[in-house]
């Protein structure tokens, strides 16, 4: 079947605006993480949902950020009052188990420029 | 505090030359390591993964290595082709956690 999937794939916003990122994972995963990864940066968690457990939001660089699952599948995290830190391109990865490990496989990110 | 270094930052080859990336971590209690391929553009794509008690892992002109008592692992491309330019990402998880610790990458160009 089609893999995670994300939209837009490129954002550009205004300072101050509010942007909504969307990922669809892959059917049947339970779990789904975003990322977001700056120039020359390894990937920086940012949330993790599993299931219908609490998500860790540990990750998430201030109250500018959120996110949510609905119904267990698509993602959604929402940036208000973007600043240009924010600039980044933000990915999402859905896990399965395969064996006795877990799978993560990436969408293709959204490339969001704050100017 | 658990790290993922790679090393070298750039790598520029010629086409049908091997290469060897390096991949030191400080991740504790280990779980297990991953190679990632990243496209310009696009997600990661996994190459491998090897847990704890695997040594090496291969998929086609890849090969990965893991020494988890050095705590090092190397990814070996053969034969180097255009299409291997990318950024390979080394990245570690945990036992008992859900997080993985990425490295910042190795960005390799092979050239005609």
């Known amino acids: 079947g089609a893999g995670v999937s994300q939209s837009p794939s490129n954002k550009v916003t205004e300072k101050g605006k509010d942007v909504e990122l969307r990922c669809d994972p892959i059917?049947?995963?339970?779990?789904l993480y975003w990322y977001r990864q700056s120039l020359g940066q390894g990937l920086e968690f940012l949330i993790y949902f599993q299931g219908n457990s609490a998500p860790d939001k540990s990750g998430l660089p201030s109250d500018r950020f959120s996110a949510e699952r609905t119904g267990g599948s698509v993602s959604t995290l929402t940036i208000q009052r973007t600043q240009q830190e924010d600039s980044a391109v933000y990915l999402c990865?859905?896990?399965?188990?395969?064996?006795?490990?877990?799978?993560?496989?990436f969408g293709p990110g959204t490339r969001l420029t704050v100017t | 505090k658990n790290q993922v270094e790679q090393s070298p930052q750039s790598l520029i080859i010629l086409e049908g030359k091997n290469c060897t990336l390096q991949c030191n971590y400080t991740v504790s209690p280990f779980s297990n390591l991953r190679w990632y391929k990243q496209d310009t553009g696009r997600g990661p794509v996994s190459l491998t993964i090897?847990?704890?008690?695997?040594n090496t892992k291969s998929n086609g002109r890849y090969t990965a290595t893991l020494d988890a008592d050095t705590k090092q692992s190397s990814l070996h491309i053969t034969a180097s082709q255009l299409s291997d330019s990318a950024s390979y990402i080394c990245?570690?998880?945990?036992?008992?956690?859900?997080?993985?610790?990425f490295g910042t990458g190795t960005r390799l160009k092979v050239l005609a």
């Open positions: 059917s049947g995963h339970t779990a």
């Open positions: 090897m847990t704890f008690s695997e």
């Open positions: 990865a859905s896990t399965r188990l395969a064996g006795d490990r877990y799978e993560q496989y």
């Open positions: 990245v570690v998880s945990g036992s008992g956690t859900y997080k993985y610790i």
